[in-house]
Nanobody, 124 residues
Framework: VQLQASGGGLVQAGDSLRLSCAAS????????MAWFRQSSGKEREFVAN????????RYADSAKGRFTISRDNAKSTVHLQMNSLKPEGTAVYYC??????????????????WGQGTLVTVSS
């Protein structure tokens, strides 16, 4: 499984940004794909995930109401639409994947496959 994250950049507080994670190397049946982020000096934290079987989703409290995770079936790509970005959202955002049948897994150790990360910088 290969994951390629893209879409990061420098934005101002209140702006929107869409991240993409292109997946390849597997059929991705019974897979969960997720976004995590890691700010400088902090541990990597869960942002959102999506179960590819039925598109059910789960969000961290910090993402609820502002971020949307979605899937583009035709392109085997998962997106993270981030609206109303805040300076504390500055981080390297990573996409990840694991085999599973629910969205309950939110710990980094539970995900086997990781993309390279894309930097999001939100200026105040």
């Amino acid at each position: 499984v290969q994951l390629q994250a893209s879409g990061g950049g420098l934005v101002q507080a209140g702006d929107s940004l869409r991240l993409s994670c292109a997946a390849s190397g597997h059929t991705f049946r019974n897979y969960v794909m997720a976004w995590f982020r890691q700010s400088s000096g902090k541990e990597r934290e869960f942002v959102a995930n999506i179960l590819l079987n039925d598109n059910s989703t789960r969000y961290a409290d910090s993402a609820k109401g502002r971020f949307t995770i979605s899937r583009d079936n035709a392109k085997s790509t998962v997106h993270l639409q981030m609206n109303s970005l805040k300076p504390e959202g500055t981080a390297v955002y990573y996409c990840a994947a694991r085999q599973g049948l629910s969205t309950v897994a939110v710990g980094t150790s539970l995900y086997r496959h990781w993309g390279q990360g894309t930097l999001v910088t939100v200026s105040s």
